[in-house]
């Protein structure tokens, strides 16, 4: 077992590299723009196949499934995971693509 002083030590420790690393959020940064080339054509794929008829088919089936859920365990906690996660599939790409057109501009 440590002694208090080791642990506090440990602690200052994270808490001085974290404020660090928090300190310089440009290098984190740095390269976002990047990986366009690369990545642009996967990413126009899955984004089209969330935002369209597939994404909207998993939204419904999560919502469905998670009611069932929720009367077969008859617990609220069930039907609550599934309309989040079908809100979550529905309106993630715009929130993500909203999110890093911020931090690039």
């Known amino acids: 077992m440590r002694n208090t002083t080791s642990t506090s030590l440990i602690n200052l420790t994270l808490l001085v590299v974290l ?3 928090c300190a310089i959020p440009d290098v984190a940064f740095a390269q976002a723009t990047g990986g366009e080339a690369e990545f642009g054509g996967i990413y126009d794929t899955v984004k089209g196949w969330v935002t369209g ?4 088919l998993i939204a419904l089936t999560c919502f469905l499934v998670g ?33 890093f057109a911020g931090a690039v501009a």
């Not at 008829?53 to 909207?56: E, S």
């Not at 609550?80 to 996660?85: Q, Y």
């Open 19 to 21: 404020l660090g690393l």
């Open 53 to 56: 008829t597939l994404g909207k």
């Open 67 to 99: 009611m069932a859920m929720g009367v077969v365990r008859q617990s609220l906690m069930a039907a609550v995971i599934g309309i989040a996660m079908a809100i979550a599939l529905y309106y993630g790409p715009v929130v993500i693509d909203n999110i």
